[in-house]
Structure formats: structure tokens, C-alpha cells
């Protein structure tokens, strides 16, 4: 799980919440439970995704919004030193012998790369292969963007047109001066919807996924280098500098702590 996504979340409502109650009281709190806003802002909102965007990706949002919350990045220094293992491995006994570790391998991209070295392919073809694979998932990535920066987009604008339908009906009930403060908080409540949806949720998990393809892509181009470099035959020690080449010092220290017996 995702604890940054969340807590950043939570803690806003927590402040919005806290001011609100400090400036007010429980009273506070009246203007903005307003349902008529909510079903303008978020339901419009989502009107004008469904408008925009093919039912297919609209009910895809779920798988969207659960790596958004729930995925973690993966453990590169892991995958580094499985590599490194593979290569020890191939050297001693024959690349063959990879064949019964391929089962253990967790990540799905990494087994079918390696599964195509056991299965004798040029590197060529090994990598035409999974970057074509990487292709596909960056389009898929690219959608799941796109569709939050839609969100993003419509909230706020949808924000607006609640507040303008709560003027246009502020104003049409004008005789009664008492009410218009009242009604006039309950028309900007869907600004302040749409313009939180927006600006806390949306385009912050539009950007969330893009640094989550980023990571993924990563991980994808190191699981690449390792497997062309596995099927060319490398020593053990070239593996390990090649592939450390992606990452940050500290994660390069990682690898050296965790294989002190190759030193």
C-alpha cells in the first residue's frame, strides 16, 4: 500500500476539517454537506469522462485507481542480484540449468526473458520482444494518465457550473435578503468540491501514475539489459557493474552488502 497517497489525503481533510470546526464550531459544517453540489461536480465530472473516453477505459478506472493506492515499487536490487545469481549459475552448469529457477521468479517480464534465453533465442529477438511488450505497457500507462488528468480538468469546471446554478437560483429567490448568505454558501460549496477533487485527488494521481510507469519502465529496460547480457554469456562481475549502472549509490550499496561473497 501506498502510504504517502493516503496520508496526504487524509491529513488535508484532517486540516480542512480542523479549520472549519475551530472557526465554527460543529455549526460549520452545515454549508458544506450539500448534495445537490456533489451530485453536479462528481457526477458531472464523471458524465464528461464517460463522453470523452470509451466505456472499456472508463470501467478500467478501478485497476487504475488500485495502483495508484495499493502498488509499490519493485526491489531492483533484487532483480540485480538474481541476474548476477543466473550468471554464476550459467557459467558453472550451462544456461539450461536456469530452467528449473525460472518457476521462482516473481516478476512475470523477467521470467519470459529469461525463459526465452533457456530457449536458445538471439538477442535480437529477445529484445524485440519485450520492448515490444514495453510498448504496449507505456500506451496503457499513457491512458490511465490521461484519464486522471481529465478528472482534473472537469472537477473544477464542473465546480464552477454548480456555483453559477446556485447563483442563477440565489438570485431568482432574491426577496427574501435573509437567505442570501445561506444560499450563497451553499452555491460556492461545489466550487470548493470540484476545485479539492481536482487539485487533491486527481491531478496528484495523475502524477503519482506517471511516476509509477517511470519506476515500471525502469525496471523493465534493467530486466532487458540483464537478459540480452545473460544470453551473451558475461561473467558474473560484468552483470553486476552493468546493471548497477541504473541505479542510485545507495541502492548500489545494497547489492554489494547483500553478495559480500563475490568480493
Known amino acids: 500500500m501506498d502510504i504517502a497517497t493516503i496520508a496526504g489525503i487524509i491529513v488535508f481533510l484532517g486540516l480542512v476539517i480542523l479549520s472549519i470546526f475551530l472557526q465554527e464550531g ?23 469522462l ?51 529457477d525460472v518457476k521462482n521468479i516473481k516478476n512475470d517480464f523477467m521470467k519470459r526473458g529469461v525463459q526465452l534465453v533457456i530457449d536458445g533465442y538471439d538477442s535480437e529477438f529477445i529484445r524485440n520482444t519485450l520492448e515490444t511488450e514495453i510498448g504496449f505497457i507505456r500506451e496503457r ?3 490511465g494518465q490521461e484519464i486522471f488528468n481529465s478528472l482534473g480538468t472537469y472537477a473544477p469546471a464542473f465546480g464552477i457550473i454548480g456555483t453559477v446554478l446556485g447563483m442563477i437560483l440565489l438570485l431568482r429567490g432574491v426577496d427574501d435578503i435573509t437567505m442570501v448568505p445561506k444560499r450563497m454558501a451553499l452555491a460556492l460549496a461545489a466550487a470548493f468540491y470540484g476545485l479539492s477533487a481536482g487539485y487533491l485527488l486527481f491531478y ?5 501514475l506517471r511516476r509509477r510507469s517511470e519506476e515500471e519502465l525502469l525496471v523493465k529496460e534493467i530486466i ?7 544470453q551473451s554469456g558475461v561473467s558474473p562481475i560484468l552483470m553486476e557493474s ?21 568480493r
Open 204 to 208: 496528484p494521481m495523475a502524477g503519482k
Open 141 to 143: 500507462h499513457k491512458v
Open 242 to 262: 552493468n546493471l548497477k549502472a541504473y541505479l542510485e549509490p545507495a541502492q548500489r550499496l545494497a547489492i554489494r552488502a547483500a553478495t559480500p561473497s563475490r
Open 224 to 230: 532487458i539489459r540483464g537478459v540480452i547480457l545473460l
Open 26 to 48: 460543529i455549526k460549520g459544517f452545515v454549508p458544506f454537506v450539500n448534495l445537490e453540489a456533489f451530485f453536479v461536480v462528481i457526477g458531472g465530472t464523471f458524465c464528461a
Open 50 to 100: 464517460l463522453v470523452n473516453y470509451p466505456l472499456s477505459q472508463v470501467l478500467g478506472l478501478r485497476k487504475v485507481l488500485k495502483k495508484v493506492l495499493l502498488t509499490t515499487g519493485e526491489d531492483t536490487t533484487e532483480i540485480i542480484s538474481t541476474f548476477v545469481e543466473f550468471t554464476k549459475k550459467a557459467k558453472a552448469e550451462g544456461v539450461l540449468s536456469l530452467d528449473a
